[in-house]
């Protein structure tokens, strides 16, 4: 299996190291000048319907995108003490939906303890899945105790061929994807009225843009249903953040400085006014509070006039406040932006 940044001692695990790269613009204008040319800057939340909980970098895989670089030697986890802070906040608030990610969250042993108590407080609860982690033995009851809980799964699915998934993820990646969504399938996940909700998310497997979604979404629908049986409610393209382990491939491969000019160059306003990071607020794993997951994966906490961990919490001033942005913004802005579903992988 391949090695995260971290376990290779690679440069490019220090979020550091990753500002400088991205801070060098020689072709395209620094992100935030682009946004104070639409009238953006600073860019504002708009308040918090989406509240992310990211309970750590451990993952039964290492894909080449991981913006996470997460992986089997990762050990940052939620601890009990942080996941009661964060079910204590959701429990003073009315924001709706709870979005839990990792690495493989499902992982972490206080996973199921979440889900748990915020559907108890009537929350919306998402759980972003590998999909592969149903099938651990340890795991043999999860499909079922996410159906229990009526728990919205957004899966990741690059491709609807073995062999670009597994490019991108892992050998063997893709026979186990299409078995863990035969298994949800079968639950009722993604069949119409079964109120069980199955969402897909895609990214290009190499430096490009995500295809328009309404026409890959069709072929995913057609492939995966008559080569083998699946049926999914949505799917989502999402484009691949110029961070973390897809970092390392673009400048491997020499595509950086191309791919950054592309992103840029796609640069579209409304997509800019959408971006998640203005209705989310994303916990990191010890509790520190973030913009949003890419901002996390960068060391780039909350602006520093708003409550700086979970403990702290102050929901009118994290409703307004100033957002963290760097050029990897790009990566939300271009096209018709990035949309990950529900309202959004690992
Ligand atoms: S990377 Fe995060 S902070 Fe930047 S635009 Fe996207 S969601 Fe917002």
Redesign the pocket.
Known sequence: MALTLLGQHNPLASPTEQLKLLGKTASYPPFEKQLDHIGLFPLRATGITVFQINVGKLCNQTCRHCHVDAGPDRTERMSQGTAEQCVQVLAKTDIPTVDITGGAPELNPNFRWLVEQSRALGRHVMDRCNLSVLLLPSQADLAEFLAGHRVEIVASLPYYRASQTDAQRGDGVFEKSVEALQRLNRLGYGRLDSGLTLNLVCNPVGAFLPPKQEAIESQFRKELRVRHGIEFNRLYTITN?PISRFLDFLLESGNYDQYMERLANAFNPAAAAG???RYTISVGWDGTLY??D??QMLDLPVSQRAPAHIRDFDTAQLNQRQ???RN??Y???AGAGSSCGGSVTS
Do not use: A, L, S
């Open positions: 953040m971006v998640m990071c913009d949003c890419f901002n957002i963290t942005t990897h913004c990566g939300c802005t």
